[in-house]
């Protein structure tokens, strides 16, 4: 064994003793290859998510039904980018730079979150995306606070507070919806059918087909799999479901007595697959918008850039 074997060994030893007590692992820390490479994927993805899923609400800010909903709906979008903010900043911390995720999504080469891909046709798809999206981001997002790596844990923390205010405003839109006429009913009833199968595959796919789960969940960076998150949210959106007044699109689900959980139908897999692959209704248009952003952006950025290099001259000078 060479000396940097004996190194090395005794560096991982410390790192998975951190990991055994539940410690966290901070930005100095050392760590494997692996573990880095993971965060970096898992957190990049989640911030091309946030930025991605600015556009699907965003094209109704301008068409909404009053000033207060207005109002509700740019605020919601704003977070969104904020939170798209904390994460790239978390990932930075690996060691890798924002351009270069930036230009990773636009090549590609990284994910973001199939619900994204899919067309808002109504403003009913407002409340919709507040009360099952992003309920289905907390439900998924909240063990993410005790993930393993401290930058991204901490992260959470504000995304997930910010997450509720969220999912509260969509479930009190479709509220509203739902006391007002038989077409505003129906307009909340088309759109819950149409968001629910997406919803659950946003948890990622089955357990036993899912790559990254034992070895995320071993290095704490995953709290769950991918199946008890989902049905977590089953358990969860049923009863907010009867309280609305819509009904799941989903004959098979049922209260099962014994396991004290809802069975539920299977999402329609190879359509994850699909989109996951850039087939989606929305893929092209998405990634177009967000090119097209980023390219308007770039005398922003240069224009801070000149401005940092200047302040840095005369604080020498
Ligand atoms: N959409 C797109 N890609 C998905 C996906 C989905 N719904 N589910 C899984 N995938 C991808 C994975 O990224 C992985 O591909 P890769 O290895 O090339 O990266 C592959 O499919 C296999 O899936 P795994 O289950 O093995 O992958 P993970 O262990 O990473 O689990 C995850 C997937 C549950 C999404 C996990 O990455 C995660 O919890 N991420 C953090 C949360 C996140 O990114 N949420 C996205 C939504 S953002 C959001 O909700 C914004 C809010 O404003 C609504």
Redo the contacts with the bound molecule.
Sequence with gaps: MTLEMVQESELLEGFDATIAHNQRIEPRDWMPEGYRKTLI??IA??AH??II?MQPEGNWITSSPSLRRKAILLAKVQD?AG?GMYLYSAAETLGVDRAELTERLLSGAQ?????FNYPTLTYADMGTIGWL??G??IC??VP?CRSSYGPYGRAMIRVCKE?SF?QRQGFELLMTMMRGTEEQRAMVQESVNRWWWPSL?????PDDD????AQ?MAWGI?RHT?DELRQRFVDMSVPQAEVLGVTLPDPDLRWNAERESHDFGAPDWSE?MDV?KGNGLCNAERIANRRKAHEDGAWVREAATAFALKNAKESVA
Excluded: W
């Excluded at 595959?201 to 796919?205: H, L, N, Q, V």
């Design positions: 994927r898992q993805q989640h998510s946030e899923g969104e939170h994910k973001y979150s199939s619900i999206v992003d289905a981001a998924n997002q993410l997450e969220h595959m946003m948890f990622g796919p899912s790559p990254n789960t995320s995953k991918n994850l996951i």
